[in-house]
């Protein structure tokens, strides 16, 4: 990991124009947090003079990157304080409850690996109960208004080894599914849809020789030696894989180009360009017609784009709503890009959930309206088609948590645009 923070080089380029804090959602909730301007390029240079120096109020930061979206210099700042947070925060072991909280949240693949099992219907309705619930919020500090993802009965990667791989061999090109801990665990129907698409575009799908969770929990609550070494398992089976490296998810996306050489120091830039989300990478390829779509012609749905902060951060928001807008019988609504709270595993801890709540209000009420004003405007098509009313409607996005957050926060489903994409299609 980086002993010093990667952003001192262009720390002098911040012109303390404080388009940072304007943008920061945790500065407009808590004024306990100092803001991005403060805690990354001010704070840095207190950090440099003294390397003692540590703001405990750091732990606030969302890592949303929305500081660095609005900087008009290219400063650094989500990843200045994610450095601070690792260098004088890091969690080498399990110390307190709250350590094993952390831990426990953060680590994935131990969990997911132990749940997502035939027991999983067992552990999902113990996690359900108010029991539980109290128990964890009174020891661990797990909040007990959170409502936790459910686990599968069966792992993505048992599923497609099973029912999938062999199949995958009879098409002559090929693409590298990173499927994340999300797919893999909790919802193996993403995986499935995204092996729908990529089939239907006429491309086969492999797995990594070997994938591990991106780290970015990890990283975030602490323990970013673990972090690096997943990270290095993942770009040695990224170098390895056939073709380009597809995934669903931005945050995992974003993790693996973005923060593992910025914050965990590892060097990726022989591999970055070839890791991108599907439909960055397919939205060309079908606007230049490179690849052909066919789409059911009874396909109905109203949806409303969430962009997710780590979508923003890439810009890659684009080229998924261009898919969407493809879809005949897609509605589409674009909404206004706000941040949702709950920070990966941000949101789930007591002492941090009314932050999050807070925080996700402003996009709660966006969604609210834009499934108010759907139902009410009259469906687009020929006379005769269903009332508006009877149209589904879903919220957009590529964000895991932030699919957990609105979902439990508003009651509306949402769907990934690759499942929207798979339910779209008219193949056999």
Same mark, same amino acid.
């Given at each position: 990991?980086?002993?010093?923070?990667?952003?001192?080089?262009?720390?002098? $380029?911040?012109?303390?124009?404080? /388009?940072?804090? /304007?943008?920061?959602?945790?500065?407009?909730?808590?004024?306990?947090?100092?803001?991005?301007?403060?805690?990354?390029?001010?704070?840095?240079?207190? @950090?440099?003079?003294?390397?003692?120096?540590?703001?405990?109020?750091?732990?606030?930061?969302?890592?949303?990157?929305?500081?660095?979206?609005?900087?008009?210099?290219?400063?650094?700042?989500?990843?200045?304080?994610?450095?601070?947070?690792?260098?004088?925060?890091?969690?080498?072991?399990?110390? %307190?409850?709250?350590?094993?909280?952390?831990?426990?949240?953060?680590?994935?693949?131990?969990?997911?690996?132990?749940?997502?099992?035939? /027991?999983?219907?067992?552990?999902?309705?113990?996690?359900?109960?108010?029991? &539980?619930?109290?128990?964890?919020?009174?020891?661990?500090?797990?909040?007990?208004?959170?409502? !936790?993802?459910?686990? %599968?009965? $069966?792992?993505?990667?048992?599923?497609? @080894?099973?029912?999938?791989? #062999?199949?995958?061999?009879?098409?002559?090109?090929?693409? %590298?599914?990173?499927?994340?801990?999300?797919?893999?665990?909790?919802?193996?129907? =993403?995986?499935?849809?995204?092996?729908?698409?990529?089939? &239907?575009?006429?491309?086969?799908? $492999?797995?990594?020789?070997?994938?591990?969770?991106?780290?970015?929990?990890?990283?975030?609550?602490?323990?970013?030696?673990?972090?690096?070494?997943?990270?290095?398992?993942?770009?040695?089976?990224?170098?390895?894989? &056939?073709?380009?490296?597809?995934?669903?998810?931005?945050?995992?996306?974003?993790?693996?180009?973005?923060?593992?050489?910025?914050? =965990?120091?590892?060097?990726?830039?022989?591999?970055?360009?070839?890791?991108? /989300?599907?439909?960055?990478?397919?939205?060309?390829?079908?606007?230049?017609?490179?690849?052909?779509?066919?789409?059911?012609?009874? !396909?109905?749905?109203?949806?409303?784009?969430?962009?997710?902060?780590?979508? #923003?951060?890439?810009?890659?928001?684009?080229?998924?709503?261009?898919?969407?807008?493809?879809?005949?019988?897609?509605?589409?609504?674009?909404?206004?890009?706000?941040?949702?709270?709950?920070?990966?595993?941000?949101?789930?801890?007591?002492?941090?959930?009314?932050?999050? $709540?807070?925080?996700?209000?402003? =996009?709660?009420?966006?969604?609210?309206?834009?499934?108010?004003?759907?139902?009410?405007?009259?469906?687009?098509? %020929?006379?005769?088609?269903?009332?508006?009313?009877?149209?589904?409607?879903?919220?957009?996005?590529?964000?895991?948590?932030?699919?957990?957050?609105?979902?439990?926060?508003?009651?509306?489903?949402?769907?990934?645009?690759?499942?929207?994409?798979?339910? &779209?299609?008219?193949?056999?």
């Amino acid at each position: 990991m980086q002993e010093t923070s990667i952003s001192t080089a262009n720390l002098e $380029q911040c012109l303390k124009c404080n /388009l940072c804090t /304007l943008v920061c959602p945790m500065l407009a909730v808590n004024e306990q947090y100092p803001g991005p301007k403060k805690a990354g390029p001010d704070g840095e240079r207190y @950090r440099i003079k003294d390397p003692e120096y540590y703001d405990y109020a750091l732990k606030f930061c969302l890592n949303c990157k929305r500081c660095e979206v609005a900087c008009p210099s290219g400063v650094k700042i989500g990843d200045m304080i994610q450095t601070a947070r690792i260098k004088y925060g890091s969690q080498s072991k399990v110390r %307190s409850l709250h350590g094993l909280r952390d831990w426990t949240l953060a680590s994935t693949d131990f969990v997911g690996g132990m749940t997502a099992s035939p /027991l999983a219907p067992v552990a999902n309705g113990v996690l359900k109960t108010g029991v &539980a619930k109290a128990v964890l919020h009174g020891t661990l500090g797990v909040d007990k208004h959170r409502t !936790f993802p459910a686990y %599968s009965s $069966q792992k993505f990667e048992t599923w497609f @080894r099973k029912e999938a791989q #062999q199949a995958q061999e009879s098409y002559d090109k090929k693409v %590298s599914f990173f499927h994340g801990c999300y797919a893999n665990y909790n919802y193996p129907q =993403l995986g499935k849809d995204f092996v729908k698409v990529l089939n &239907a575009a006429g491309y086969g799908v $492999q797995l990594l020789d070997k994938e591990k969770c991106c780290g970015i929990a990890l990283m975030s609550n602490g323990f970013a030696a673990k972090a690096a070494r997943q990270g290095r398992t993942n770009l040695e089976s990224i170098r390895k894989a &056939a073709g380009p490296v597809l995934t669903v998810s931005s945050s995992c996306t974003h993790m693996m180009r973005e923060e593992y050489p910025e914050v =965990l120091g590892l060097p990726n830039e022989d591999v970055k360009d070839n890791i991108l /989300l599907l439909t960055r990478w397919l939205y060309p390829k079908l606007a230049s017609g490179e690849v052909k779509l066919n789409f059911r012609k009874d !396909f109905r749905m109203k949806v409303a784009y969430h962009t997710a902060c780590h979508m #923003q951060r890439m810009g890659w928001q684009e080229f998924s709503i261009r898919i969407l807008r493809m879809i005949p019988g897609l509605e589409l609504t674009v909404m206004e890009p706000y941040c949702c709270g709950i920070s990966g595993t941000f949101g789930f801890k007591k002492e941090n959930y009314k932050y999050s $709540q807070a925080i996700g209000e402003l =996009l709660f009420s966006e969604i609210r309206k834009a499934k108010d004003a759907a139902v009410s405007r009259p469906s687009a098509g %020929s006379p005769g088609a269903e009332p508006a009313s009877d149209i589904p409607f879903v919220v957009a996005t590529e964000c895991e948590t932030c699919k957990w957050q609105i979902e439990m926060s508003t009651g509306i489903p949402v769907m990934n645009p690759v499942s929207i994409l798979a339910q &779209a299609l008219d193949v056999e």
